[in-house]
């Protein structure tokens, strides 16, 4: 398997502009899970999904962040507006739902500046 | 919710000694700790992890302990070596919740 797949690997745009931010995850994976890095706040949960339903989407920072997963395969971030406050490295994991295999496995991130 | 408290911020040791890196929880009731490892430009990878009904695990040059009654758990790495550079991090969760809480992380620096 080719891992979690996260496009684009960098975005860099100018404030106010709208982020679009994808990922694949493993396939039979039943969960998806969406991370935010940054050197203050370290690696925070923005939302996690079961089954392609959004579960906890307490860790989305405001209106402007929104997530979606259309179908097993495939997730979107979106920040609409973007401020520069939003530049980080965002995380994609996915893992299985079986007991004991709840290891989550990490895209390699889309680092993310906003002007 | 779930806490996890994470020292050192960053640890520098001679290649073949040995690093710890300690991590704190808050719920009693989390019983899965896994120990990431982020490598520069990549995502976090899964190095080791311990369930609540085993108190040590290892694999390797790498070990895990757990202390479910002071609820710390431990990262041990022996031997260590210049590819041992890297961030590394602990995260707690209820086994079956899926959630994982992370740990501030610890930037571990191999000097030869």
């Known amino acids: 398997d080719a891992g979690v797949i996260q496009s684009p690997r960098h975005e860099v745009t100018e404030m106010g502009q709208e982020v679009t931010l994808r990922c694949k995850p493993i396939?039979?994976?039943?969960?998806l899970f969406w991370y935010r890095q940054t050197m203050m706040r370290g690696l925070e949960l923005l939302i996690y999904f079961n089954n392609n339903v959004p579960i906890d989407d307490s860790g989305m920072p405001e209106d402007r962040f929104s997530a979606k997963m259309p179908n097993a395969s495939f997730s979107t971030l979106k920040i609409q507006p973007s401020e520069p406050r939003d530049s980080a490295v965002y995380f994609c994991a996915s893992s299985q739902q079986l007991a004991g295999e709840e290891t989550q496995y990490f895209g390699p991130g889309t680092r993310l500046l906003v002007l | 919710g779930e806490n996890v408290e994470q020292h050192p911020s960053t640890l520098s040791v001679q290649e073949g000694d040995s690093a710890v890196i300690k991590c704190t929880y808050s719920?009693?009731?989390?019983?899965?700790f896994p120990w990431y490892k982020q490598e520069l430009g990549k995502g976090p990878q899964l190095i080791i992890d311990?369930?609540?009904?085993?108190g040590e695990k290892k694999d390797q040059r790498i070990a895990v302990t757990l202390n479910k009654t002071a609820k710390h758990f431990s990262l041990h790495i022996t031997e260590t070596q210049p590819e041992d550079s890297a961030v590394y991090f602990c995260?707690?969760?209820?086994?079956?919740?899926?959630?994982?809480?992370f740990g501030q992380g610890t930037r571990l620096t191999i000097n030869p």
């Open positions: 719920d009693s009731a989390s019983n899965y």
């Open positions: 311990i369930r609540s009904n085993v």
């Open positions: 396939s039979g994976h039943d969960y």
């Open positions: 995260a707690a969760s209820i086994q079956g919740a899926q959630k994982l809480v």
